[in-house]
């Protein structure tokens, strides 16, 4: 059936502060929910997409299930058929994981997506609303596109708009048209696309039959109440034969069961006391929109970074890479753990900033192949986003490469294959403060108190002896990190405070935009260790003096925010 609508235009005024950050707009619910606010971005990403490549396009629309969501898509319909768009792709019940999307539009050609989470962030009508706009290579819009969007909300009178334009169920496949096929909205499998492409990246059948002949072997899954409960279920039960009993939280939820959808040792408690109780061989837990991972061995925390570090030099393991690598790369406060790897299987490495984006040109220019985030952020050039359930698969496939013996007697570990890569690369000993919610100006002294440390030179061979281990810290270098970009050379300053020791030691200073009230510290502290008694060390202990150093000597973090211990440590 051909529905019709009319094109009306409504007046409106631009609101302040709608500039996205390095994941698209996020703000509490209550702010998106005033009149015109989210229609004034909608139409802005509209605004900044050439008229030519607008007309008939095809968009992708879909997110993590959040509060609001629901009634954000409808709106977006309306916008995109004003605006000319031919076609949305939806998610069933809207929902569609962020790699899910960049899978789709990368498959289907789009022109883009329209994603709808705020990620890892609170969800409820209390919580938090995100938007991002992803280009035709199915990631991130680079900073000249957000800028442009930025610009266009502070200018804006006008939305364009059709009240005529609504799916009631978005429960149902099906298709629907306006004014004879100019308008098409199609109601898609949230799955089908992403486990086809991720049948071309891993051996199911090998994972499957690992599954099989090790029934010993447990694995705990939990979607935290966030959208990959969608594709829980489709991906580990019914392709890899894992016992459904083994997935929790897979029921998507609009304030992800009350939760705080973000896969660390702080806000997935349940699965971190069953992991340290030694329940599973195998925990794992993803995002509220699926980009991010946390991988547990059997009472073993993996680090983030050491993930993506193990992942590389098991390269061989995963079918998708049987040509071999072409670049390694991480953002700038992750571990150098990856960068030991790049160098032993001489390939190239790359460091950049915070934010997926970064490491989309690097692909789509051919030069990377496994990159990571220490924000629990891992993935590879078979879309342009980070993919939590892509780390669990490798990781799956890894387990299944070093467990080719049926013997459950002799099964080797998430643990073991960790201390393993340490015994050949050395450890480097990482750690993450956050300190959530801090009022902006205290935040922003701080940073302005180390900043002026590092341009005055002063902290240059500045030496220190640390207070657990007598060792001597000195300062080699430090600066205001800046990326230029090699493929096409635009340069992003002020990335982050980094102070780099003459051992390699490092410590870094960010102020998070990922938030939506108030301000976060973030807090990195990085130790490369070689020595093999001092391998297996607890990272807090390791890291104490650096700490030290970090917060009390050089960056007073107590004195200027009044934080005596971090929210969040990782």
């Not at 035709?136 to 009178?157: D, H, L, M, R």
């Not at 953002?331 to 030991?340: H, I, K, Q």
């Not at 393993?420 to 009022?439: A, F, L, P």
Request: aromatic share 10%.
């Amino acid at each position: 059936m051909t529905y019709t609508f009319k094109i009306q235009t409504i007046e409106t005024k631009p609101f302040e502060g709608q500039k996205p950050g390095t994941s698209g707009l996020r703000k509490k619910v209550t702010e998106v929910m005033k009149t015109n606010y989210l229609g004034n971005f909608v139409q802005s990403i509209f605004n900044v997409l050439p008229e030519d490549k607008l007309k008939g396009s095809t968009i992708v629309v879909g997110g993590d299930g959040r509060y609001y969501n629901k009634d954000a898509i409808q709106l977006i319909f309306q916008i995109a058929a004003a605006n000319g768009v031919g076609k949305i792709l939806v998610g069933k019940n809207g929902l569609l994981s962020t790699p899910a999307i960049s899978a789709i539009v990368r498959a289907r050609s789009a022109l883009g997506a329209i994603i709808l989470t705020a990620s890892h962030n609170p969800g409820g009508p209390n919580g938090d609303f995100g938007i991002k706009y992803n280009m035709s290579n199915g990631g991130p819009a680079p900073e000249s596109i957000t800028n442009a969007i930025y610009k266009q909300t502070t200018t804006i009178t006008q939305i364009k708009t059709t009240r005529q334009v609504k799916v009631d169920n978005l429960g149902l496949l099906s298709t629907y048209q306006w004014n004879d096929g100019q308008f098409v909205i199609e109601v898609i499998d949230s799955a089908d696309d992403y486990v086809s492409l991720l049948k071309t990246i891993f051996d199911f059948n090998g994972i499957k039959n690992f599954v099989k002949n090790h029934p010993s072997f447990t694995f705990n899954f939990d979607a935290m109440s966030g959208v990959t409960g969608a594709y829980g279920k489709r991906i580990f039960t019914d392709e890899l034969g894992i016992s459904e009993n083994s997935l929790i939280n897979c029921i998507p939820s609009e304030d992800f069961g009350g939760g705080h959808p973000d896969p660390n040792l702080t806000y997935a408690p349940v699965l971190v006391k069953k992991m340290n109780n030694g329940e599973f061989d195998m925990g794992c837990a993803s995002d509220g929109d699926g980009d991010r991972n946390m991988i547990l061995g059997k009472r073993f925390f993996l680090n983030p970074s050491d993930s993506v570090a193990v992942i590389a030099s098991n390269y061989k393991a995963i079918p998708y890479f049987k040509g071999g690598l072409k670049g390694l790369a991480r953002s700038m406060p992750t571990s150098a753990a990856l960068e030991r790897v790049a160098t032993d299987l001489k390939v190239p490495f790359f460091e950049v900033p915070t934010g997926w984006k970064f490491f989309g040109n690097l692909m789509d220019a051919g030069t990377l192949s496994i990159c990571g985030e220490e924000s629990f952020g891992t993935g590879s050039d078979h879309i342009r986003e980070k993919d939590g359930i892509w780390a669990i698969l490798c990781w799956l496939q890894i387990l299944t490469h070093h467990n080719q013996s049926t013997n459950d007697k002799t099964f080797v570990s998430i643990e073991e294959i960790v201390k393993q890569h340490w015994e050949k690369y050395g450890r480097n000993y990482y750690s993450r403060y956050d300190y959530e919610e801090i009022e902006t100006a205290p935040a922003e002294a701080m940073m302005k108190h180390v900043s002026q440390q590092i341009n005055s030179k002063e902290l240059i061979g500045k030496k220190f002896t640390g207070i657990s281990d007598s060792l001597e810290y000195e300062i080699a270098s430090c600066d205001d990190f800046e990326y230029k970009d090699p493929i096409d050379n635009s340069v992003s300053s002020h990335q982050g405070l980094r102070i780099i020791f003459t051992d390699g030691s490092r410590i870094i200073y960010r102020l998070s935009g990922t938030g939506s009230t108030g301000a976060t510290v973030r807090v990195y502290f990085d130790k490369y260790e070689t020595q093999p008694s001092q391998l297996n060390n607890d990272v807090q202990t390791h890291l104490k003096s650096l700490i030290h150093i970090a917060l009390v000597e050089i960056s007073k973090l107590n004195h200027y925010t009044g934080r005596n211990e971090p929210s969040v440590i990782t």
